[in-house]
């Protein structure tokens, strides 16, 4: 019988391993029955089994040195495979509800990755008043030109499906050239930002444009597979056990949610929902709501820290 899983990473301090267990632990409060598997270095399975936590995991494996980063891990995905169908989910993220549904849209591609189909100027390019330069130039449209794309889509690489190994090796492979091609396009390193690691999503994104792979929404109302906590418009409680999120059915009024600066974020949202239309919500739970922004994640590292004492100390007992 062919098998469902789960596939997390985790890597440098141990505190990033006990996220995966945090997260974990909100997994099994709704999907007792598809094994899990976490990569790792040796000292974090020691870690974990140490603690007594290491029966939430089917099985815990070696990560390599070499696949200790974003691109390290998610350009080489093919080789973290042990399930006959993966989800590839970051350790930062609190599942919310049955996933049961999710996993049914997702058994339909041989590959894909959560996103949209049309990526902004912002996607891999500067995040300030630099952006405008590159709309103006239409840096955008000449990176597709030189390298015979169509279009360009938006990859969240936070989850990722695969079922279809020799697809998730070709995709795999053509992600890693579009990124050693990155002199020749208009994407910024983002180790030019001050970050410690390079980002892997616009190389996949070129990718699965070359590669014409579906890219599975992210936004779907009830049937969002995951959303960014935002405190302000998020509905939680310390344990997220019930998570209720404010949904704008308007992408444009949607996206404002990323913006760090509460005040200036409620009053473009309060501007623009006066739009005829633009006001339309929901109030929906995600599958799983995804801490990905560095401004936001406080709530989700005290879950993490409580969840962590939590499952070691009902081990121990």
């Given at each position: 019988?062919?098998?469902?899983?789960?596939?997390?990473?985790?890597?440098?301090?141990?505190?990033?391993?006990?996220?995966?267990?945090?997260?974990?632990?909100?997994?099994?409060?709704?999907?007792?029955?598809?094994?899990?598997?976490?990569?790792?270095?040796?000292?974090?399975?020691?870690?974990?089994?140490?603690a007594?936590?290491?029966?939430?995991?089917?099985?815990?494996?070696?990560?390599?040195?070499?696949?200790?980063?974003?691109?390290?891990?998610?350009?080489?995905?093919?080789?973290?495979?042990?399930?006959?169908?993966?989800?590839?989910?970051?350790?930062?993220?609190?599942?919310?509800?049955?996933?049961?549904?999710?996993?049914?849209?997702?058994?339909?591609?041989?590959?894909t990755?959560?996103?949209?189909?049309?990526?902004?100027?912002?996607?891999?390019?500067?995040?300030?008043?630099?952006?405008?330069?590159?709309?103006?130039?239409?840096?955008?449209?000449?990176?597709?030109?030189?390298?015979?794309?169509?279009?360009?889509?938006?990859?969240?690489a936070?989850?990722?499906?695969?079922?279809?190994?020799?697809?998730?090796?070709?995709?795999?492979?053509?992600?890693?050239?579009?990124?050693?091609?990155?002199?020749?396009?208009?994407?910024r390193?983002?180790l030019?930002?001050?970050?410690?690691?390079?980002?892997?999503?616009?190389?996949?994104?070129?990718?699965?444009?070359?590669?014409?792979?579906?890219?599975?929404?992210?936004?779907?109302?009830?049937?969002?597979?995951?959303?960014?906590?935002?405190?302000?418009?998020?509905?939680?409680?310390?344990?997220?056990?019930?998570?209720?999120?404010?949904?704008?059915?308007?992408?444009?009024?949607?996206?404002?949610?990323?913006?760090?600066?509460?005040?200036?974020?409620?009053?473009?949202?309060?501007l623009?929902?006066?739009?005829?239309?633009?006001?339309?919500?929901?109030?929906?739970?995600?599958?799983?709501?995804?801490?990905?922004?560095?401004?936001?994640?406080?709530?989700?590292?005290?879950?993490?820290?409580?969840?962590?004492?939590?499952c070691t100390?009902?081990?121990?007992?």
């Amino acid at each position: 019988m062919s098998t469902e899983g789960y596939v997390l990473h985790c890597y440098g301090d141990e505190v990033y391993a006990r996220h995966a267990v945090a997260s974990v632990s909100t997994l099994r409060r709704y999907d007792t029955t598809r094994p899990v598997a976490l990569y790792c270095p040796a000292a974090h399975r020691q870690y974990v089994e140490e603690a007594g936590v290491a029966s939430l995991f089917e099985r815990i494996e070696p990560l390599p040195e070499a696949h200790r980063s974003i691109v390290g891990f998610k350009h080489h995905i093919d080789r973290f495979m042990p399930y006959d169908r993966c989800l590839f989910v970051d350790t930062d993220m609190v599942w919310c509800r049955d996933p049961d549904p999710l996993w049914q849209q997702l058994q339909a591609f041989p590959f894909t990755a959560t996103g949209r189909m049309r990526a902004d100027f912002f996607f891999g390019g500067p995040k300030g008043a630099g952006v405008l330069l590159d709309m103006v130039l239409n840096r955008r449209g000449r990176t597709l030109r030189r390298f015979g794309l169509s279009y360009l889509p938006r990859v969240q690489a936070g989850m990722l499906y695969a079922q279809d190994r020799e697809t998730t090796r070709t995709f795999c492979a053509t992600a890693q050239h579009f990124l050693e091609q990155a002199p020749d396009t208009h994407f910024r390193s983002r180790l030019n930002e001050g970050r410690s690691e390079e980002s892997c999503e616009w190389s996949m994104a070129m990718a699965m444009s070359e590669l014409d792979l579906h890219v599975f929404s992210w936004m779907q109302g009830h049937n969002t597979p995951q959303l960014d906590f935002i405190d302000g418009l998020t509905t939680y409680d310390p344990d997220f056990e019930h998570v209720v999120c404010d949904y704008y059915t308007t992408p444009f009024v949607h996206d404002l949610r990323g913006i760090p600066n509460e005040t200036i974020r409620d009053l473009l949202i309060a501007l623009l929902t006066r739009l005829p239309g633009w006001g339309d919500q929901m109030r929906i739970t995600p599958f799983v709501l995804h801490f990905g922004w560095l401004h936001e994640k406080e709530p989700f590292y005290a879950f993490a820290e409580r969840a962590w004492t939590q499952c070691t100390s009902a081990e121990s007992v």
